[in-house]
Nanobody
């Protein structure tokens, strides 16, 4: 069992940056690939990107276009989503997830989400 808690969301202006964090507890952090998803208003949840169990592999959705970076800190059992050049289209609830496979779009454990709002 893995428990995930996201933080770092908030209100930013277009063009600014924001870093989301996801703290993991329960099962061994290094056993899981970690991913970020987002759900924009009125839309289905969509994949943002993921990082492998070792941290040496990353995968991103096409829309990220090198603006976002996923990293993980094994000393803090935390995964991060660094977002740059935010636009109003990036406004969403962002979720982190944990699963056994990388790369994958299917994950077993989910956080509760953190809201990101981007003003134009």
């Amino acid at each position: 069992q893995v428990y995930l808690v996201e933080s770092g969301g908030g209100l930013v202006r277009a063009g600014e940056s924001l870093r989301l964090s996801c703290a993991s507890s329960g099962d061994t952090f290094g056993n899981y690939a970690m991913a970020w998803f987002r759900q924009r208003p009125g839309e289905e949840r969509e994949y943002v990107g993921a990082i492998s169990q070792t941290g040496r592999g990353t995968d991103y959705a096409d829309f990220v276009k090198a603006r976002f970076t996923i990293s993980r800190d094994y000393t803090k059992d935390t995964v991060y989503l660094q977002m740059r050049g935010l636009t109003p289209d990036d406004a969403a609830v962002y979720y982190c997830a944990a699963g056994p496979s990388f790369p994958s779009r299917r994950y077993d454990y989910w956080g509760q989400g953190t809201q990101v709002t981007v003003s134009s």
